[in-house]
């Protein structure tokens, strides 16, 4: 929340410092908002993503900090219940191990929570996308439009293998 409210008062500020109209400037909001979801999003899944090493951003940080993230929560809700006990043991604990990362991201590929955590950040980029409709169009337009993809618009990212051609033909 902290990330989306940070974006959405960064896309706020300029139509309110240029005196726009509030249309302009709840449009911005919004688009900020859910690009600042959408990133979060994709932040919580790198953490659990093992194929993707990258930004220095080491496997399991948010796990061993306790933090309860997007992908802990769509797991628990596919989860079996062994495994929904599993995970409140290992977030109830002072400190996880490597054996209960392994554990985690085990259950994270069997249920597929990676491609499920993709899916809802698409769905922010769209909420994203759909604000800037009040635009007409421009190369601004176009970069903001752009720009909306950078989070998961990750080499390997399963999401955007399967829909970069619908945006960028």
């Not at 999003?41 to 993230?69: M, Q, V």
């Not at 495994?83 to 002072?94: I, S, T, Y």
């Not at 996880?96 to 991201?105: A, G, I």
Request: proline fraction near 3%.
């Amino acid at each position: 929340a902290k990330t989306a409210s940070l974006f959405a008062a960064a896309t706020k500020v300029g139509p309110i410092l240029a005196n726009k109209e509030s249309k302009i400037k709840e449009a911005l909001e919004f688009y900020g908002k859910n690009l600042g979801l959408t990133f979060q999003i994709a932040d919580d899944t790198l953490d659990y993503n093992s194929e993707l090493k990258i930004f220095g951003k080491e496997i399991g940080n948010d796990f061993y900090e306790g933090k309860i993230t997007l992908p802990i929560i769509l797991l628990y809700q596919k989860a079996g219940l062994e495994e929904k006990k599993n995970l409140r043991e290992f977030f109830e604990k002072d400190k996880r191990t490597e054996s209960d990362l392994n554990k985690v991201l085990s259950m994270i590929k069997k249920y597929n929570i990676i491609s499920d955590c993709y899916v809802k950040a698409n769905h922010f980029i769209n909420l994203a996308s759909n604000s800037l409709s009040i635009f007409k169009d421009s190369k601004e337009k176009e970069i903001l439009y752009k720009l909306q993809w950078g989070p998961i618009k990750i080499r390997g990212s399963p999401l955007w293998s399967k829909l970069k051609h619908l945006y960028f033909p």
